[in-house]
């Protein structure tokens, strides 16, 4: 049988064959791996210690520290409108005015009543001066009619004087102590003139004050400092006793009554911090603490009445508004993760991390790991973190639902949560 011989030119062309064909495939994998997906473009948040709340949220209604309704204590029709609903007004401040109809001329009738008592009085405290004044005369000539007499007696016994002298000046002393004792009758009834006037003019300024009360009810003022209601009511209007005309809301302060469960019962003091959020957006509106808790608990709601107060130092309150109130029970130090950067994966919770990675050529390349995290309540935006997360990582809060494990990532401007 005769050997196949082969000729060294045919040796040559075979390796030259395989060497194209090596550095082709070559050439093919390194061009596969140039052509790969580019990175994925990325937000990165850094986690930083946080502190973490236990915490529960409640529905209710704000009630301003206090309500008046604005009422009229006498019937009229208005005539002004002092203000607009809204308005921050002062105690003692006017709201409305009705027409004073009949009350005016009462109270002018009154007034006019008091001033003509009290020129009545001067007149008679004038009548009791000049009696008083003819009394200090009358008993000056009492006394010397009564010297002269006493001397003229003496000197008719002596015989140095008739009798009849004597008695002349008997008969002048007599009509002196009349003319004292007439003095006096005067000075009592000037008295009694001064002091009935000094009555009329008590009695006419008690009228005068009833009949000022009745103008002034005509003016309907607020009786507390606060926020003015709505008001219906148009100049012109009639209202009665009684009618709520509006209402004045003392808003510095809001009140909550939050029923907290039995269930936390162990947990509720007074002093707790409470949270006012905005129902459709979660925006804190204020803050503030459980003032009062009742001793007594709702045997058919099962639960225990609480009330916080909230100061409305921003105005942005207001009396019955319906808001989301979040009592926080206890704080402890932690690690939030935004809620965008979560993904639920077969009832497991997962996050992207971002890691450094060395490639086959030596080159480094960030990528995207997934890793399962185990999540405690939503806290704003954000979730608590039980495990698997530590301040200092890198999570991946856009771009997640294009990710694998392993993705390569662009990562744009970082921020830290």
């Not at 994998?29 to 709340?53: F, H, I, Y």
């Not at 019937?75 to 002062?90: F, S």
């Not at 003015?228 to 003392?250: A, E, F, H, M, P």
Request: net charge positive; glycine share 6%; charged share 15%.
């Amino acid at each position: 049988m005769e050997r196949l011989r082969v000729k060294p030119y045919q040796l040559i062309g075979t390796a030259l064959l395989l060497s194209v064909l090596a550095t082709a495939c070559s050439k093919n994998e390194k061009s596969a791996t140039a052509n790969g997906p580019p990175p994925t473009s990325v937000q990165l948040q850094t986690l930083q210690n946080n502190t973490l709340q236990d915490s529960t949220e409640y529905i209710g209604t704000l009630e301003a520290e206090q309500t008046v309704d604005l009422k009229p204590q006498v019937e009229g029709r208005i005539q002004q409108i002092l203000v607009k609903p809204g308005t921050l007004v002062k105690q003692g401040e006017q709201i409305f005015l009705l027409a004073p109809d009949t009350t005016i001329p009462q109270f002018n009738s009154a007034q006019a009543t008091v001033n003509a008592n009290v020129a009545a009085r001067a007149t008679a405290a004038q009548q009791l001066r000049v009696a008083q004044s003819q009394l200090r005369s009358a008993q000056s000539q009492y006394e010397l009619a009564l010297l002269n007499a006493q001397r003229n007696q003496f000197l008719a016994r002596q015989g140095a004087i008739a009798q009849s002298q004597a008695d002349q000046t008997n008969t002048t002393l007599k009509v002196q102590s009349d003319a004292v004792r007439t003095a006096q009758d005067q000075i009592k009834s000037a008295q009694a003139s001064v002091n009935q006037a000094g009555a009329n003019i008590r009695q006419a300024q008690a009228n005068a004050a009833a009949a000022e009360v009745n103008v002034n009810f005509k003016k309907v003022i607020a009786p507390i400092s606060g926020s003015v209601g709505n008001i219906t009511l148009k100049v012109g209007d009639y209202v009665t006793t009684g009618q709520t005309l509006t209402t004045i809301n003392q808003n510095n302060f809001f009140d909550l009554q939050i029923p907290v469960p039995l269930s936390r019962s162990r947990q509720l003091r007074t002093g707790l911090a409470v949270q006012l959020l905005e129902p459709n957006t979660g925006n804190q509106l204020g803050s503030g603490n459980i003032y009062f808790v009742s001793s007594q608990a709702d045997s058919i709601a099962q639960s225990i009445l609480t009330r916080a107060r909230f100061s409305n130092a921003s105005h942005n309150l207001r009396d019955s508004q319906y808001v989301q109130a979040r009592v926080i029970w206890s704080t402890k130090p932690g690690v939030l993760v935004p809620t965008e950067a979560v993904t639920p994966i077969g009832g497991q919770n997962f996050v992207f991390v971002a890691q450094q990675n060395t490639t086959k050529d030596g080159k480094s390349q960030m990528v995207a790991h997934q890793i399962p995290v185990t999540l405690g309540n939503i806290q704003g935006q954000d979730y608590q973190v039980v495990s698997g997360l530590k301040p200092g990582d890198k999570v991946i809060v856009s771009g997640i639902q294009r990710l694998r494990d392993g993705s390569p990532i662009a990562p744009q401007a970082a921020s830290t949560t």
